[in-house]
């Protein structure tokens, strides 16, 4: 089974940049769906990007033009470059895998980004 780790979470300030990673423990060639979501506390977990087969991506409106999702096949790694944070960017960041045919997916632990000044 293919697990998910996510790194590069921390503390930043309002207007800096993180980059979180989600290192596979598999291969991530061919995997329909590769996705980025978040969680404030108290709240549902809520679609960031997303990058499917194909390379198309897909963005939740608020963080389009700041955020962008790539992927290393050869590294099996997600990407989520944030630019431009907001203290509403402010959550903890799941990494999640969606395979159509077998149907499964994944879950990362999750890592939590603070912006705050």
């Known amino acids: 089974q293919v697990q998910l780790v996510e790194s590069g979470g921390g503390l930043a300030q309002p207007g800096g940049s993180l980059t979180l990673s989600c290192a596979a423990s598999g291969t991530i060639f061919g995997i329909n769906v590769l996705g980025w979501y978040r969680q404030e506390l108290g709240k549902q977990r809520e679609l960031v990007a997303a990058i499917i087969t194909g390379n198309s991506t897909h963005y939740e409106d608020s963080v389009k033009g700041r955020f962008t999702i790539s992927r290393d096949t050869a590294k099996n790694t997600v990407y989520l470059q944030m630019n431009s944070l907001k203290p509403e960017d402010t959550a903890v960041y799941y990494c999640?895998?969606?395979?159509?045919?077998?149907?499964?997916?994944?879950w990362g632990q999750g890592t939590q980004v603070t912006v705050s000044s």
């Open positions: 999640k895998a969606t395979n159509f045919r077998p149907h499964w997916v994944r």
